[in-house]
């Protein structure tokens, strides 16, 4: 006997599991592909032998693209109303970048160590472009999907934090592995990276798959295929998002985020190598430090519902401020007792993290939610775009001013050779780019973000009101 589907009042599958399942196993495919680069570093000034300041100066460069491509591909999305998909506009881009996906990850990651240094430059920057093509035009389209999948605001925590999930796992999996498959004698070897990219795509194009074919689309458009497109204009798309509290709160917390994590990721790295002597120990202990979003993701629709996503993350920032803190100060010795005080700080920290991360995507569908409450349209694109933009801007700064600063308190490329006055100051630098990701946090969630418990149930009052009327 054919099981029978539940169906909501309007006719729709009856949000559940399948859905949380389906919206996580989308951030897993993304992070199948983005863990990888926190080996870009390593792999480009270790293996491939490229300058420090050179790569740093790259990065940048292509993360400037990166972040200005996002906006343009979200209008695109918000535009394309001339044509029909089967599964929803949202939903085919998604395909389309977890096709390009399969392949493009492991261009960044070419293995010719003993090429002219203008084609190293050339190779880095042709594969990384090509790979952030495809990635972005996967996971514009896959963030917005939230704040189309349900308007229920107990719905939205709960696959906000089961997108944490998908990507922790996305990122545990990478971290835990990559250290003991791509490394020999503490040495990366550059050719196992290349190999082991193309495995992680064939996987994250998998997992795409069936987050496609279990998604439901439940919020219509209130925009009709066909209808003319409005002309996509930068600034007034500017000028909107920053009007928008909610979207630039939770955009310095995510900009403070990658900070403390993705421009800190290479120095982690080379802290193991040269500190604790131990690489193969980063994985496990990063590993560790994560298990409490894995903690939280149970409860965080009771958590969201009984305190508010604003209040919830806010103190979440305040936990992550306090135990960054204790991370410069705190007696860290490059021994096993150091590698403890260490994990046993960045538990806390990730406790903090935790409680934001559960809730950190719920707040993006509430900031689309705060656009069409004050200007009348959704965007759903345009401000996850935007969103991600600023991110990314993230992601391409804090790695380049860690690199920088690695190269100024005296790195030179050697990790396994570094002096221990090196070495020390790259400890403290890990410190400080935590610390610093953290306050920006702080500063986005508690005191930019107004979008308390109180004021969210004001406007889904109001916005179903007005669409009663229409």
Not at 426 to 441: D, E, H, K, N, Q
Request: charged content about 15%; proline content about 3%; glycine content about 10%.
């Amino acid at each position: 006997m054919a099981k029978t589907v539940r169906l909501d009042a309007k006719g729709y599958r009856k949000f559940g599991m399948r859905d949380n399942l389906a919206y996580a196993a989308g951030d897993f495919g993304c992070n199948m592909s983005f863990a990888l680069k926190g080996t870009m570093a390593i792999f480009w000034t270790q293996f491939m032998q490229m300058d420090s300041l050179v790569y740093a100066g790259l990065l940048l460069i292509c993360q400037i693209w990166d972040a200005v491509n996002d906006p343009l591909i979200g209008a695109i999305i918000d535009n394309d109303k001339r044509t029909t998909y089967k599964r929803g506009k949202f939903l085919a881009y998604v395909w389309l970048g977890s096709l390009g996906m399969l392949v493009a990850g492991s261009c960044c990651f070419l293995p010719f160590p003993g090429a002219p240094a203008m084609v190293k430059n050339i190779l880095f920057v042709g594969g990384y472009i090509l790979w952030d093509a495809f990635y972005t035009i996967a996971n514009v389209p896959y963030g917005s999907l939230m704040s189309l999948i349900s308007e229920d605001a107990g719905d939205r925590a709960s696959l906000s934090a089961w997108r944490g999930v998908g990507g922790m796992i996305g990122s545990m999996l990478p971290m835990v592995l990559l250290p003991i498959l791509m490394y020999e004698n503490n040495i990366l070897v550059g050719e196992r990276v290349f190999f082991t990219a193309l495995i992680m795509g064939a996987v994250g194009f998998v997992s795409f798959q069936f987050m496609i074919r279990n998604t439901v689309i439940r919020v219509q458009s209130n925009v009709a295929v066909g209808e003319e497109a409005e002309k996509f204009n930068i600034f007034k798309a500017m000028g909107n998002f920053l009007k928008n509290r909610p979207a630039v709160g939770a955009t310095l917390a995510a900009m403070g985020m990658f900070i403390g994590q993705s421009g800190a990721a290479s120095a982690v790295t080379v802290m193991f190598q040269s500190y604790f002597k131990d690489v193969s120990m980063s994985g496990l202990v990063s590993m560790f430090s994560m298990l409490p979003v894995l903690f939280f993701t149970p409860f965080a629709r009771k958590l969201a519902n009984k305190f508010g996503k604003k209040e919830m993350s806010a103190f979440g920032a305040v936990i992550c401020v306090i135990a960054t803190a204790a991370l410069i100060v705190a007696p860290i010795t490059p021994d096993g007792t150091g590698i403890l005080v260490y994990v046993g700080i960045q538990f806390i920290y990730a406790m903090g993290l935790g409680l934001y991360s559960t809730v950190s995507w719920a707040l993006m569908g509430d900031a689309i939610d705060y656009n069409e409450w004050k200007t009348g349209k959704r965007e759903e694109g345009t401000v996850y775009s935007l969103h991600s933009f600023f991110r990314k801007l993230a992601q391409g700064i804090g790695p380049s001013l860690c690199m920088v600063l690695m190269t100024w308190v005296g790195y030179t490329g050697n990790a396994a050779g570094e002096t221990m006055a090196v070495a020390t100051n790259i400890r403290y630098l890990v410190a400080a780019m935590f610390f610093t990701g953290a306050l920006f946090m702080f500063i986005g969630l508690a005191l930019i973000n107004n979008m308390s418990k109180k004021n969210l149930t004001r406007m889904y009052n109001e916005l179903n009101t007005r669409k009663a009327a229409n």
